[in-house]
């Protein structure tokens, strides 16, 4: 019977497309991704985030998802790593090193993902502090979409509504900023102030471009700071095509840090808006 359903609905669409493989195995999902695959077997749960959005929001799902193409899956299933990367840090960054669509933000993990620095430079480290808090998120963010009956988009349309006063948005403003702090507090950066979810002021709005500009300058020389470290242990990628192993330069450090670099805040106007 099932197949017979797709036999129906997606058997006629696959017979002219382009790739053979869609077309002589119609009846499975687009093509095998064994690494994907084999990473995915060893956890219960992964992270995952469209490639395009209005808000840059993380889901955990179950690793055992058949996953669109739109979405990014990443393995890796602790809480933290849910909390660095739901963290306007992470956020920050990836808006800077991504370009989006219309008036919706993108996602590449080449450009974003890869290069960003986790706190404790992997991805897989459990951090209390962190699993606590991204864990009271990201349940207090699930019972509210069930109780209201709304997804992520409106839910985040609404935490960025200067005029939304609703006490539970208002409580999960308040837990973003917590989060963003000991995301902050993780990479040993307690002296940048975290400034409002959603700022309804001047001032409010000059201390998150604040914000966003300190975080992606520390984020920046850190990202470097590691690519040296990895060249001076011998695993950065670009080492086994050095002439001279002892050789450090500049060109070297660049094959491993991101390639975009931003403008500041206070110089957008001169670029139309746009970061670079």
Not at 62 to 70: A, C, E, M
Not at 86 to 92: G, L, N, Y
């Amino acid at each position: 019977m099932l197949l017979d359903i797709a036999r129906q609905r997606v058997q006629p669409e696959r017979a002219t497309n382009n790739r053979e493989n869609y077309r002589k195995l119609w009846w499975l999902f687009g093509e095998y991704r064994p690494g994907l695959t084999a990473a995915l077997r060893q956890v219960g749960s992964c992270l995952v985030t469209s490639g395009i959005s209005k808000h840059r929001v993380f889901v955990r799902v179950p690793s055992t998802y058949v996953f669109s193409h739109n979405l990014y899956v990443f393995p890796l299933e602790s809480v933290t790593a849910f909390a660095v990367l739901q963290s306007r840090v992470h956020v920050s960054w990836s808006d800077l090193l991504s370009s989006g669509l219309e008036d919706r933000g993108g996602y590449r993990p080449t450009d974003c993902f890869e290069t960003f620095p986790f706190p404790q430079q992997c991805g897989r480290t459990v951090i209390p502090e962190l699993e606590s808090l991204g864990e009271g998120l990201y349940e207090t963010r699930a019972r509210f979409m069930i109780d209201t009956n709304q997804g992520l988009t409106k839910t985040y349309n609404a935490l960025k509504d200067p005029a939304c006063d609703d006490p539970r948005i208002l409580e999960l403003r308040r837990l973003h900023e917590d989060m963003d702090r000991a995301v902050l507090a993780a990479y040993g950066w307690s002296d940048i102030p975290v400034p409002p979810y959603c700022p309804t002021s001047d001032a409010h709005r000059a201390a998150v471009q604040a914000f966003e500009d300190e975080v992606i300058d520390r984020l920046y020389v850190l990202n470097a700071e590691r690519a040296r470290e990895e060249q001076r242990l011998g695993t950065a990628a670009n080492t086994a095509r050095r002439a001279d192993a002892d050789e450090e330069t500049t060109d070297d450090i660049a094959e491993t840090t991101p390639r975009k670099r931003r403008v500041s805040h206070k110089d957008k106007n001169k670029d139309q808006g746009k970061l670079f």
